[in-house]
């Protein structure tokens, strides 16, 4: 196999580059932790809650379905210690993700704490904590995790292997398709061989690494649990961990599609230039064309499908529509920016490129574009669901952020059309043959008149290509006439046939950059084609950031269910009121629990008064109001009943619009000591 590379000075060619992977670390790296994509909507006992009873359960309901075992609700009384059962109940019915852990009888009065963890259908982990009390609250001692799931080294170490893995995929499938597709010398040049390599390694090293971090990134955290074989195993039955082991196995057919693309279909390409009348020699390569394009799509597919079958697609609205949507994006995506990062190692570090497999390679991009709009305005309805979403979520703005650099990257792409429609056809050039020496230092003294040919047989697509082959020709009767002096020398002192063959090594590559970069036209698309690649770095971090956002359209389903504000303001509202009526006995401070602190619901409102020692104390008269001065509603009266020494309690408090609301408290003391305290309370 014949294989062509150059080797020029890259600092000047990868500033652009450069650039762009530090702007995708800046991103990358200020990524907050892989965000729930199944969001907490409910839970019994409610968040903040205080219940006159210990309950026999703790229940929580989600918004999409999630994966949990026996160890995933932790209930924790006021000292710390684990007051659960220690086993997972299914309570889902129909629609309704709902799970439940059992709890001992006979807790006491106190603060229990409810620390949970998740998969989310999604594969990304999920967490939360949150409190209730029994009779009345109390200090607690409970420590729950500080650190949020998919957060920590883990994370950051799982985030950066999912960004690599795309990487690795989109350099290993376009690459591969550029070579069949566009430019089928490219099998024979050093830079593509490489490049396409580099991706197998890397997407089957990062494949092999998130195996590892799956099971401490979505349950312990702990970066000493990579090789816990246990762990392994449960990873190896969920989801997410069967499409991990299916990628692998993928890549062991994907090692042998690169194997015959850089060796047998490059070697016909060889075959075919030195008997070009051979019919069944062409009929050879264009079944070996074929066959690698056929094998090759299938494997790409399935490789897309391992993301597809796990991620975002594989849940929600339309799962059967959206998986091979979302293969058909991530091979468009492949296809343009795998195909254009082989472009531009073929414009840098390789022989000139012929016009025919620019536009080739023109054509396959806007194919990818046209499939990347389609597919991505399908994918935008399905995770967003509304305008406003666009600006009123991450995801959106996230979205919204892509576009912009999907724009940036066509206007490029554009450019290099243009460039592409000015290049002008090779024209043919005479090729001087050498006579073969079979000592190093001759094969150093001919490596001039080697640079020529090789100029020729690649295809130059200069004139002045043509030109500088001519002069090498001429310089080659100079080698050929010192061959014998060469020869001498070189058996007499190996170490100058050596120099001598990298001095001759340095001409040859001066030489072909020279009269490469003589030609304007291609000059100028090289620089387009590397500043899209550039967006193209930061294109693909934004995206794997992304796919570890929570959906607009999960968000706003929240939002929906929790009266149009935050999950936070649909949980039982909780306010501590101290007061002082100025009379003796006059200090204490009273708390009111509104539940479930929804519009449009009978909600119970329960109110205690304590002294200041914490005690509960009766009080002659208490009146609660509620008043809406936005919409100039109310005041709304409540009028609590008495239930037990410094209890009230008032049912069906019904408030017809969500919003902030001003409760009025009045408290009486004595028959002339009196105070109203006024608080906000936002109802969902």
Not at 249 to 254: H, N, P, S
């Amino acid at each position: 196999m014949v294989t062509i590379g150059l080797r020029p000075r890259r600092s000047a060619v990868l500033r652009l580059l450069v650039v762009a992977v530090a702007l995708a670390g800046a991103l990358f790296g200020t990524a907050a932790p892989a965000s729930a994509h199944a969001a907490l909507t409910g839970s019994t006992p409610a968040q903040g809650s205080v219940v006159d009873r210990a309950p026999e359960q703790v229940s929580l309901t989600f918004s999409e379905g999630v994966a949990m075992g026996d160890d995933s609700i932790r209930v924790l009384d006021p000292e710390g210690k684990r007051v659960d059962r220690g086993k997972l109940r299914d309570l889902c019915s129909g629609s309704t993700v709902k799970f439940g852990t059992g709890l001992m009888p006979g807790l006491r009065d106190g603060t229990y704490t409810v620390a949970w963890q998740a998969v989310s259908a999604d594969s990304h982990p999920v967490s939360g904590a949150f409190t209730f009390s029994v009779g009345a609250p109390s200090k607690t001692a409970a420590a729950v995790p500080q650190q949020e799931a998919g957060g920590g080294l883990v994370g950051a170490l799982y985030g950066v292997a999912r960004w690599l893995a795309y990487a690795g995929f989109v350099l290993l499938a376009g690459g591969s398709a550029f070579v069949v597709a566009c430019r089928p010398a490219a099998a024979r040049v050093r830079s593509v061989q490489r490049l396409v390599v580099h991706g197998w390694t890397v997407l089957t090293a990062t494949t092999v690494v998130m195996l590892l971090l799956r099971g401490p990134y979505t349950g312990s955290g702990d970066l000493a649990d990579v090789f816990d074989l246990g762990g392994l195993r449960e990873v190896l039955i969920t989801r997410p961990g069967a499409a991990l082991v299916s990628r692998l196995l993928l890549l062991a057919a994907a090692a042998l599609f690169v194997a015959v693309l850089f060796g047998a279909y490059a070697r016909t390409g060889d075959e075919a230039a030195e008997d070009a009348d051979d019919a069944g020699q062409g009929r050879r390569r264009r079944d070996l064309t074929l066959g690698l394009g056929i094998g090759g799509v299938i494997v790409a597919t399935g490789l897309a499908a391992t993301w597809a079958m796990a991620e975002h697609a594989s849940t929600g609205l339309q799962p059967a529509v959206a998986i091979p949507v979302d293969v058909l994006h991530l091979l468009a995506v492949a296809g343009w920016l795998g195909g254009l990062a082989a472009l531009v190692v073929s414009l840098y570090w390789g022989p000139p490129v012929e016009r025919t497999a620019v536009r080739r390679f023109s054509r396959l991009a806007f194919g990818s574009v046209v499939v990347l709009v389609a597919t991505g305005v399908y994918q935008s309805w399905r995770q967003v669901g509304s305008w406003r979403a666009l600006t009123d979520t991450a995801y959106g703005r996230l979205l919204l952020l892509k576009v912009a650099l999907v724009v940036v990257m066509v206007g490029f792409a554009w450019l290099s059309r243009r460039w592409t429609a000015r290049l002008g056809e090779v024209r043919a050039t005479a090729v001087v043959e050498v006579p073969a020496t079979v000592t190093v230092g001759a094969r150093a003294t001919a490596g001039q008149a080697d640079a020529g040919a090789d100029t020729a047989d690649t295809g130059s697509d200069t004139a002045d290509a043509g030109a500088g082959t001519a002069d090498t020709g001429s310089d080659t009767a100079d080698a050929g006439a010192g061959t014998a002096d060469t020869e001498a020398g070189a058996a007499a002192d190996p170490a100058r046939a050596a120099q001598l063959a990298r001095q001759q090594a340095a001409l040859r590559t001066a030489r072909v950059k020279r009269l490469r970069d003589a030609d304007p036209e291609r000059l100028g698309l090289r620089r387009s084609v590397l500043a899209e690649a550039s967006v193209a770095v930061v294109l693909l971090t934004v995206t794997t950031v992304l796919t570890s956002t929570e959906p607009a359209r999960t968000e706003e389903a929240v939002r929906a269910a929790s009266g149009g504000n935050s999950v936070a303001a649909n949980q039982p509202q909780v306010l501590t009121v101290p007061f002082d009526t100025g009379g003796p006995g006059g200090k204490g401070t009273a708390r009111l629990d509104l539940d479930p602190g929804r519009s449009g619901n009978a909600n119970e409102l329960r109110l205690r008064i304590s002294d200041p020692s914490g005690k509960a104390m009766d009080v002659p008269e208490v009146k609660v109001s509620f008043t809406q001065k936005d919409k100039q509603l109310g005041p709304l009266p409540v009028v609590p009943r008495h239930m037990s020494r410094g209890h009230w309690r008032a049912s069906d408090v019904r408030l017809p619009v969500p919003g902030e609301w001003q409760l009025s408290l009045l408290v009486r003391t004595s028959d002339i000591d009196q105070v109203t305290e006024i608080k906000n309370v936002k109802i969902g």
